[in-house]
């Protein structure tokens, strides 16, 4: 529990150091405008309007709670990601029955950098982690104890993933097929009671995330609409987001876009941006080019993700062999939020891989788990490992910070790689910059 | 977990679903404001006479209306590119200054184009039903099957922009909703109809209002004096004194404005 407490505190400083120092990114703006348009208006957009809408009303309490600073516009996330943390390892115990695995998987958790890339950022992808973890989490604690209450959090914490982006609906269905099978278990032959209690788990697996779902249109129902007409809002949102393939061309080598590459090629989530604030507030100049630009990459961890496929066989042997539940219930987890990605015609970009990252990542704490167990050393094996994670992990984390066109050897190779097209859209001189429209968000007073 | 204890949290968790449902319903549908209603034909509903599609949304936001469909009735429908309304946000330091968009538009952005757009994002109107000459409804359906959601069909054309809902149709396949609209009149219409059809049209449609916009166009493309006579000519038939001068108020109900329950 202390080493648990320990890496999850680590994990907090890898999301929050020098957040505040990081540029504000389009999205990290567009967010927070996003967030005001539809809580005082009902308005879905300017940012992604075609996904549901928590993350809207979770980053305008944040503003409302502390300012437009940093922790405003950044502050969910980073509390869920690094919420992430401490939830991996307590899933990964009880899935996987082990503590050394469920610290491995922590571990791994706490430094990637696509983990940290999206615990840094305000737009709402690491939701996609946190939500479904921590319903399973909850799933779990109903499971050890009988309480219904457990169940019922499950399902809100299931509803809330859904209100985030979809995608949570694939370990929600897998959650709840696992509750059929257990119920078939226990109730061979009383039919009456396994009736009973399919129509239980189904009130509070399915109708309750479907309720919360729901109400986080609320602001959307204040325009007017009625609930005929919120179907068809469905269908326009699913619509653009089963076709989407970016709101903007993309001004760089836009490659990692397919899902199936991620776990058998090194792939990068590439997310550059220009912000012309000067460091020292100073407005008589612009900054140069290079200090203006931000790129921001989410590398995968080599060591980590590469080894997630053969983790996932082994895992599945493992299932077949001991007739594991666990086994099972991680491997569908895995390949059920994994392969509709795989086979989705459109463009996947590396983001989405946060609602399979945790699962992943609990494969090959689990694999590495397995094979270190085969040397007469095995503490060793892990430690080794996890230390060349580490070494790997610490340029990456400098790439997914923004640091990268810091570093003297790489600032050309990125300049080059993804900016090339921003220098042509460079400014010539400072414009006004904040209209004066401010909204009810009380007066920023930034968080130091 | 004995039996009956799971059946009464089914219970509970399906009146709480319904409770729910019937709630978010009754929500959407309170928070619409409209006034007086009637045929368009009615005394005791809004008339008025603009100049521009400007002074039409100053009215309605005033008025106080609130989650409306509205009936737009011109030559063509005027597209634009909302996203290049809001500025680039190239300076963007901590702690942010953030803004409403829906204000912002309102107050730096309204035009005869942008006006029902400003309308929907300042929540005065949800869903917008063109009545467009047939040719302008052929064009717009060829541009609808090039967007994601769409449904064309004999009666007009549907698509939504970023989830809301627009439909073109033509003044003949025009037929009444279940709710009352508020109806804008633009004079571009005329070009190439009569006054006395549209009449004839929206009266067969049994639509219902409670707020008429007479809106001359002034300086829109092709309004010429011919428009404007035909525009004061179908302000005869609804039973209003017709003046192309400055906006004027033809008659205004004196009742207030009410929000709107059910049975809107």
Redesign the interface.
């Given at each position: 529990m202390w080493a648990l407490a320990f890496i999850t505190l680590w994990a907090l400083f890898l999301n929050g150091f020098q957040l505040s120092r990081q540029p504000v990114s389009e999205d990290d703006y567009y967010v927070a405008l996003s967030a005001i348009n539809y809580m005082e208006s009902g308005q879905l957009g300017p940012t992604m309007w075609n996904h549901p809408c928590l993350r809207n009303i979770l980053v305008y309490y944040a503003l409302h709670m502390f300012g437009t600073g940093v922790l405003g516009v950044k502050g969910v996330s980073l509390l869920l990601g690094t919420l992430c943390t401490p939830l991996i390892g307590l899933v990964a115990r009880r899935i996987l029955k082990d503590d050394c695995i469920a610290l491995i998987a922590a571990f791994l958790w706490a430094c990637d950098a696509l983990v940290i890339d999206f615990s840094r950022q305000g737009i709402n992808d690491i939701y996609l982690s946190f939500f479904p973890l921590i319903a399973i989490y909850l799933f779990y604690r109903h499971r050890e104890s009988g309480r219904q209450l457990w169940l019922l959090g499950s399902g809100i914490c299931f509803g809330l993933g859904l209100a985030s982006k979809w995608s949570a609906v694939f370990p929600l269905i897998v959650t709840f097929a696992l509750l059929l099978v257990t119920i078939n278990k226990e109730t061979k032959d009383a039919i009456r009671a396994r009736i009973v209690r399919y129509c239980h788990v189904t009130a509070l697996l399915l109708m309750v995330p479907a309720l919360v779902y729901l109400l986080t249109f609320i602001p959307w129902f204040g325009r007017g609409y009625s609930l005929s007409e919120w179907p068809a809002l469905q269908r326009s949102m699913f619509l653009e987001t089963s076709q989407h393939v970016g709101y903007h061309p993309k001004k760089w080598d836009d490659k990692d876009n397919r899902a199936y590459k991620w776990f058998v090629a090194p792939s990068v989530f590439v997310d550059p941006f220009m912000n012309m604030d000067t460091a020292d507030g100073d407005p008589r100049s612009l900054p140069s080019f290079d200090k203006s630009v931000t790129v921001v990459l989410g590398y995968a961890n080599p060591l980590v993700w590469l080894l997630v496929l053969p983790a996932i066989i082994v895992l599945l042997r493992r299932g077949f062999r001991e007739r594991d539940e666990g086994a099972w219930y991680l491997t569908g987890l895995f390949l059920a939020s994994y392969l509709p990605l795989v086979a989705s015609p459109r463009p996947i970009w590396m983001n989405t891989a946060l609602s399979v990252l945790p699962y992943a990542i609990m494969a090959v704490a689990f694999f590495v788990w397995t094979i270190a167990g085969r040397f007469k050393r095995n503490n060793v094996v892990i430690a080794s490992y996890l230390v060349l994670v580490l070494i790997v992990a610490s340029p990456l984390y400098l790439l997914a910070i923004g640091k990268g066109t810091r570093i003297p050897v790489l600032n050309n190779y990125l300049v080059e790689q993804y900016l090339v097209q921003f220098k042509k859209e460079m400014p010539s001189e400072r414009t006004p910059s904040a209209p004066g429209h401010v909204s009810a968000v009380p007066a920023p007073h930034e968080n130091k | 977990?004995t039996?009956r204890?799971?059946?009464i949290?089914?219970i509970i968790?399906?009146l709480?679903?319904a409770g729910?449902?019937v709630g978010?319903?009754r929500?959407?549908?309170i928070?619409?404001v409209t006034g007086p209603v009637g045929t368009i034909l009615a005394q005791n509903i809004i008339k008025k006479r603009v100049e521009s599609p400007r002074d039409a949304y100053k009215i309605w936001k005033e008025a106080g209306y609130?989650?409306?469909t509205v009936v737009f009735v011109a030559d063509r429908w005027e597209s634009f590119d909302p996203?290049e309304l809001?500025?680039a946000?190239?300076?963007?330091?901590?702690?942010?200054?953030?803004?409403?968009?829906?204000?912002?538009l309102e107050?730096?952005h309204l035009d005869g184009v942008t006006f029902l757009y400003v309308a929907s994002?300042?929540?005065v109107i949800?869903?917008i039903v063109a009545i467009l000459p047939e040719s302008e409804v052929n064009r717009l359906g060829a541009l609808a099957r090039k967007t994601?959601?769409f449904r064309v069909s004999d009666k007009g054309v549907f698509v939504?922009r970023?989830?809301f809902?627009r439909w073109y149709t033509t003044g003949a396949n025009f037929s009444n909703g279940a709710e009352p609209v508020l109806l804008y009149v633009g004079a571009s219409y005329f070009r190439n109809t009569e006054p006395e059809e549209l009449y004839r049209q929206l009266s067969a449609s049994g639509q219902m209002t409670d707020c008429i916009i007479l809106c001359n166009e002034t300086g829109k493309e092709g309004v010429t004096e011919k428009e404007i006579t035909r525009l004061n000519r179908f302000a005869t038939l609804i039973g209003v004194v017709p003046s192309s001068a400055d906006s004027k108020q033809m008659r205004t109900s004196e009742t207030p404005l009410q929000s709107a329950g059910p049975a809107v």
């Open positions: - | 977990m039996t204890r799971s059946i949290t089914c968790i399906v709480l679903a729910a449902l978010v319903n929500f959407g549908k928070s619409r609130r989650g409306r996203g809001i500025p946000q190239m300076f963007r330091a901590y702690p942010l200054q953030l803004y409403n968009t829906a204000r912002l107050d730096e994002v300042n929540d949800r869903k994601k959601d939504t970023q989830g809902p």
